[in-house]
């Protein structure tokens, strides 16, 4: 019998981290519904002091989430432990993980603390949430660069304080792959009580170590493993789950474990992810890549067509990738419509359905195949993108190689609409412009980029902007048949995540 590895996704806390990845609440709801149908074992949902929005998003998944735990994040005190357990109290399978650095260097730079401080907080702090919650996560954090006699005393105590899951952070994804599951086998033999509780790694990939880091530590006694979609988080992210989980799965041969997580899944939760927070993926990202299964070199098309197995350790079908997606049409009703999102994973409301059918009908009318692609995008701007303070109305623009590009933008700002128009030195230019004269902004464009979703010239243009205001960085969206539109919806709702980015306290 294999045994189990749990995979606890943290798409929704530290990939949210990730620099311009800021999501609302329906948003961070839709992601936690597919990662319960992905079937991962634990979603840690937020960090609910960080501010109202990760507050009320951690309620709305601990209410919604049926099989996974769901975790939620505390630092050592008194009310950030309330506050997360006030979260996540009404869920099913309810969890609380609080943590307290334990490195010399956190300790003297960040705490300024001593150790006995440091263990003092972090005994304190498990005893409270156990009192709460039977579910008790305790993470070191830069655990690989702490001192290995206080950080099994803080492990043993926590244990002792009723901890049920320790975790072992490499925060700035420092460790090589043996070090690391040395690091793990020390623990294991050092720490009394290790034994009755589940341990835990959490690898950041600063170094592209993160996958085999955590694969070192589970060949070393760990069974669980702390990930994100994509790899997303903090600077260069974190463990990707779908390359944890596909290793596992790959070479069985060699390691005796499993996952619950069903692959068939992991295409279509890789791009939910990526259209809700704006992460493109790159085209050779292992597992979900564009080009993660495509075969360039004559001699290794030539053989995979003579044998799949010459050159693929895996299917493309196995994760989901689909071979073709083509669905709707302009003559598709209200029925096949709803059919087909139900498929997808969402459940609309009455209205939010008219919603989205209507825009469905408007690009029918221009793109005469619909893709599952073009009805995700559909939901995400339409419905999830809520609530937002601008919201674009009008957008008329004039171009060409003899005119001064000129944009007439009305834009309802809190409801109150406002008109405005202006030249740039190209169309975009000319409506960003425009839109920063309405809205009275101060952002920075830093980034843009254009992405047709589905091939062909009549494919709906994505456009992709990172903006950055006071050292804030958001990444907004938008997607259209004409690219013009596209960018100017990319451009509000990036405005739009500003506005909500500044309304959170702190982050970690
Ligand atoms: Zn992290």
């Not at 009703?333 to 969402?346: P, S």
Request: net charge neutral.
């Amino acid at each position: 019998m294999r045994e189990l590895i749990k995979i606890f996704d943290t798409t929704l806390r530290d990939g949210e981290q990730s620099p311009g990845a800021t999501m609302n609440v329906a948003e961070k709801v839709r992601i936690a519904q597919q990662l319960e149908k992905l079937n991962v074992d634990v979603i840690e949902a937020g960090f609910p002091i960080a501010s109202e929005g990760d507050f009320e998003a951690v309620k709305a998944i601990a209410r919604m989430v049926q099989r996974p735990q769901v975790v939620a994040l505390a630092r050592t005190t008194r009310n950030d432990i309330k506050r997360a357990w006030e979260a996540v109290r009404f869920a099913k399978y309810p969890r609380l993980h609080t943590f307290i650095a334990t490195s010399d260097i956190h300790l003297k730079y960040k705490l300024r603390k001593t150790r006995q401080e440091v263990l003092d907080d972090a005994i304190k702090a498990v005893a409270f949430a156990k009192s709460l919650c039977e579910d008790v996560e305790f993470s070191a954090e830069d655990a690989t660069r702490s001192d290995i006699e206080f950080l099994s005393a803080v492990i043993e105590g926590t244990i002792q304080a009723g901890a049920t899951t320790i975790n072992i952070p490499d925060t700035v994804g420092y460790a090589i792959p043996s070090e690391f599951g040395d690091l793990i086998g020390t623990i294991r033999q050092r720490v009394k009580g290790i034994e009755k509780v589940t341990l835990s790694v959490h690898c950041h990939n600063d170094l592209g170590l993160a996958v085999a880091n955590s694969i070192s530590a589970i060949q070393n006694g760990v069974r669980q493993v702390e990930c994100t979609i994509n790899g997303i988080g903090e600077r260069a992210g974190n463990t990707s789950l779908e390359e944890v989980v596909m290793a596992i799965r790959t070479r069985k041969d060699l390691l005796q474990f499993q996952t619950r997580v069903l692959p068939k899944h992991i295409f279509s939760t890789s791009r939910l992810v990526s259209k809700i927070t704006g992460m493109v993926v790159q085209p050779n990202k292992a597992i979900v890549g564009t080009n993660a299964f495509a075969h360039e070199s004559g001699i290794h098309q030539d053989g995979v067509l003579k044998e799949k197995l010459t050159y693929e350790i895996m299917t493309p079908e196995s994760v989901g990738i689909p071979k073709t997606s083509l669905i709707l049409g302009k003559l598709s009703g209200r029925h096949a419509f709803r059919e087909r999102l139900k498929d997808l994973g969402y459940r609309l409301s009455e209205a939010d359905l008219e919603v989205a059918f209507a825009r469905f009908k408007q690009l029918a009318d221009k793109k005469r195949e619909i893709y599952d692609e073009d009805i995700e995008s559909i939901v995400v701007e339409e419905i999830l993108r809520m609530p937002r303070r601008f919201k674009l109305v009008y957008l008329n623009v004039v171009s060409g190689n003899v005119t001064v590009p000129t944009a007439t933008v009305q834009i309802e700002v809190d409801g109150q609409l406002m008109q405005e128009a202006g030249f740039g030195d190209g169309p975009v230019d000319a409506t960003f412009k425009t839109i920063k004269k309405i809205t009275r902004t101060k952002s920075k464009l830093l980034q843009f980029s254009i992405n047709a979703i589905t091939s062909g010239t009549e494919a709906q243009g994505e456009v992709t902007v990172k903006l950055e205001e006071r050292g804030h960085t958001v990444i907004g969206q938008g997607a259209d048949t004409d690219v013009i539109v596209a960018s100017a919806k990319a451009y509000i709702n990036a405005l739009n995540k500003m506005e909500f980015k500044k309304q959170k306290l702190v982050g970690m």
